[in-house]
């Protein structure tokens, strides 16, 4: 069975920083495109950062230039640096592995984590 859990959540500071990781189960990790996804209350799911095979990555406008995505296929596992944290940041956090995509559309299923919470708080 596929299995991806999130790791790294908690409560900090405004200002601070927090790495959330992401080890996957149950796929061929390194084929997958690998996305974190956040929620908070009333908000609908939105990307924060996106990271294909390849290593090519997406992060949001939201949180460019505070946020990094990376990977390490060895260990089946994705990386979410978030530095300078704001209050907004709160959310439960969401890691996503994204179907294998055809040219005319999905090839698979996605997988997601069931989430990890990020509070930022004084």
């Known amino acids: 069975q596929v299995q991806l859990v999130e790791s790294g959540g908690g409560l900090v500071q405004p200002g601070g920083s927090l790495r959330l990781s992401c080890t996957a189960s149950?796929?061929?990790?390194?084929?997958?495109?690998m996305g974190w996804y956040r929620q908070a209350p009333g908000t609908r799911r939105e990307l924060v950062a996106w990271i294909d095979s390849g290593g090519v990555t997406h992060i949001a406008l939201s949180v460019k230039g505070r946020t990094t995505i990376s990977r390490d296929n060895a260990k089946n596992t994705v990386y979410l640096q978030m530095n300078s944290l704001k209050s907004e940041d709160t959310a439960v956090y969401y890691c996503?592995?994204?179907?294998?995509?055809?040219?005319?559309?999905?090839?698979?299923?996605?997988?997601w984590g069931p989430g990890t919470q990020v509070s930022v708080s004084s």
């Open positions: 149950g796929i061929t990790f390194s084929q997958y495109a």
């Open positions: 996503n592995a994204e179907a294998p995509r055809g040219p005319t559309g999905p090839l698979g299923s996605d997988y």
